[in-house]
């Protein structure tokens, strides 16, 4: 992932409520870490140019949300992950460093539970409009 892309999400996430730089981390935090509910972000795949002229590129990126498996803290969750695709499927991505943003878009919403943690995993299709 670009570094300015990067850092963008990072600044669009910790804009959220209850989302801090001290929950939100990039690839990954301490396996054991007690910091609940926390929230993790990553590129998926590696990016794929689609057109010809080298003009677009396309990548997936995930944020993952974890809490402690108890009904108020789902539901926290739930209502956290609907203002995460809200804020990044909006323009607040829009002019990202030396790549533009031309569209994100959520790709696959997933919902686990695991050792008595919650977990959802959000998919974002992102498309790139390559600056020459």
């Known amino acids: 992932m670009d570094n300015n892309l990067q850092e963008k999400i990072y600044d669009v996430l910790t804009s959220i409520a209850g989302l801090t730089q001290d929950n939100v981390f990039y690839i990954k935090s301490d396996v054991n870490s007690k910091i609940f509910p926390r929230y993790i972000f990553s590129s998926v ?12 590129e396309e990548e997936q990126i995930q944020v993952s949300l974890f809490d402690q498996f108890q009904y108020n803290n789902i539901v926290a969750l739930k209502n956290k992950a609907k203002l995460i695709e809200d804020t990044l499927t909006k ?7 030396t790549q533009k943003i031309s569209r994100c878009k959520l790709n696959n919403y997933r919902e686990s539970e695991y050792d008595k943690i919650f977990q959802i995993d959000l998919t974002f299709k992102v498309n790139l409009t390559k600056e020459k």
């Open 91 to 97: 323009s607040n991505l829009a002019n990202t460093g």
């Open 45 to 56: 795949s590696d990016v794929i140019d689609y057109d010809t002229t080298d003009k677009f």
